[in-house]
């Protein structure tokens, strides 16, 4: 087996038992101990866990030329970091250790302490709930993770993740995938090319999102909340810049520890070409419930009011059921399905619809910092009337969309790790003149506070 040599002061060696093993020589009151790495991780150990960490550090420096004790020399320098104060060097440690494994639930839980020390309370709750997924926890640790949850939600809580990047797009306009539309005049029918501006138009534009919470206390039960979602993509003049906003405010009431209740009112805005397209304002009311530890669910009922600024008869009330039932298919991997329903109630009948669907994803954590996510949702919308002027049946659309994420949070630029997201939407419609396809892309540096 391979040595490391380490001198150090008679006196220091002798109070390490681990040292008085084999190859001991002295001269001048100086001894030099030749140890194995394994005997060298048997001596760090004790001094960190006798709370000896000045003695123990030198120990873990040299640990450290050992390759296949990576991994526990990376985790005794985050434990003396975070047990000597330097939080935020114990964070790295501890992440860099779960890019590379995130099975590792007791440094998952070790970062999680590190980020309350450095008031990030919102990244320690997510440590610790996906901790709290692992089967194999003590009774005894499962109920303190638990108790750290209700300590973290029942404190001033905050996030805020930023999203800048690149997003090429085969259809920035939104326009219909047809080349001819076909217009009933009485008993004659007649085709009609449709012009260049109203066929897809691709580019490459700068998109920056920007997504922020608050959840304030206001007594043991009851929270005040906080949302506001920012998102928008500027391309080469303004013709097709694509802006919104949506925000939300309101209080959450814990019924239980495992179970929670809100109220929010809402409102959103959207601008296109510079100009403000549509504006919404309602409510929405949700609950929250957690199965045992694998399990959550959640439902949410949303109703807005409609302003179209381009056209009045989208004019109206929107309203929608949202289920979510997610499972952890292991400590960091996620499966959900969301069956939903939606209404639109419009100043148009024509314009006015129901729509039925769902979505089913997998996403979380792989090795070596890599986080992805899958997910692909398909519904179907029947119109309330028909557009005579093209088709005498009302209108039915089958829609999908599908979407893939991969980043890796091991890769950091000034806090700021790489992420590439792709969206392909695809509306199959009865009236081709509502027929789309879009495939966007967004290549950004993404950071969560």
């Known amino acids: 087996m391979r040595l490391i040599g380490l001198a150090a002061a008679a006196t220091c060696l002798a109070a390490s038992p681990a040292a008085a093993g084999p190859d001991q020589s002295c001269s001048a009151g100086v001894c030099e101990v030749r140890l194995t790495p394994t005997q060298l991780l048997g001596a760090a ?10 003695e123990a550090k030198p120990l873990v420096d040299v640990l450290r030329q050992a390759p296949e004790l990576r991994f526990q020399s990376a985790f005794l320098h985050g434990l003396i970091a975070s047990r000597t104060g330097d939080y935020a060097t114990a964070a790295d440690q501890f992440m860099a250790i779960l ?44 109920r303190t993770i638990r108790i750290a949850r209700d300590t973290i939600r029942s404190g001033r809580a905050w996030r805020l993740d930023i999203n800048l990047g690149l997003a090429p797009d085969t259809n920035i306009n939104n326009a219909t995938s047809a080349r001819s539309v076909t217009i009933l005049l ?52 303004k013709r097709f810049d694509d802006f919104s906003v949506q925000s939300a405010a309101g209080a959450e009431y814990r019924v239980t520890a495992t179970r929670s209740v809100s109220l929010e009112g809402t409102y959103a805005r959207r601008w296109f070409g510079g100009r403000s397209i549509i504006q919404q304002y309602g409510a929405r009311i949700g609950s929250q419930m957690t199965l045992g530890r694998a399990d ?25 059921v949202y289920a979510t039932f ?11 399905i969301g069956p939903f329903v939606r209404r639109e109630w419009l100043h148009e009948d024509a314009f006015s619809n129901r729509e039925f669907g769902g979505n089913v994803g997998i996403g979380g954590e792989l090795p070596r910092g890599f986080n992805v996510g899958a997910s692909v949702g398909v519904s179907r919308a029947i119109y309330d009337a028909a557009l005579p002027l093209f088709d005498p049946k009302p209108r039915l659309d089958n829609r999908a969309v599908f979407r893939a994420t991969v980043g890796n949070r091991m890769l950091r630029l000034h806090g700021f790790s790489p992420q590439v997201n792709w969206t392909h939407n695809r509306i199959d419609s009865s009236l081709g003149l509502y027929s789309i396809t879009r495939s966007r892309w967004e290549v950004t540096l993404a950071r969560y506070f």
């Open 326 to 336: 997610e499972h952890a298919l292991t400590r960091t991997i996620v499966a959900s």
């Open 99 to 142: 890019a590379n494994d995130p099975r590792q639930t007791r440094v998952r839980l070790e970062l999680a302490q590190a980020f309350m020390a450095l008031k990030k309370t919102a990244s320690a709750d997510r440590q610790l709930r996906i901790a709290q997924q692992d089967a194999d926890l003590p009774q005894q640790v499962a």
């Open 296 to 320: 959550r669910l959640g439902l949410q009922i949303d109703l807005r009011r409609n302003r179209a600024f381009y056209d009045s008869g989208y004019d109206g009330w929107q309203g929608g």
């Open 186 to 237: 009485g008993d004659d029918a007649y085709s009609a090319d449709l012009s260049k501006d109203a066929k897809a138009t691709s580019g490459l534009g700068a998109t920056a999102q920007l997504s922020t919470g608050l959840r304030l206390p206001i007594s043991d039960k009851i929270s005040a909340l906080v949302e506001i979602d920012a998102n928008g993509t500027d391309y080469s003049g």
């Open 45 to 54: 150990e004790r001094l960190v866990t006798e709370g000896r960490y000045a």
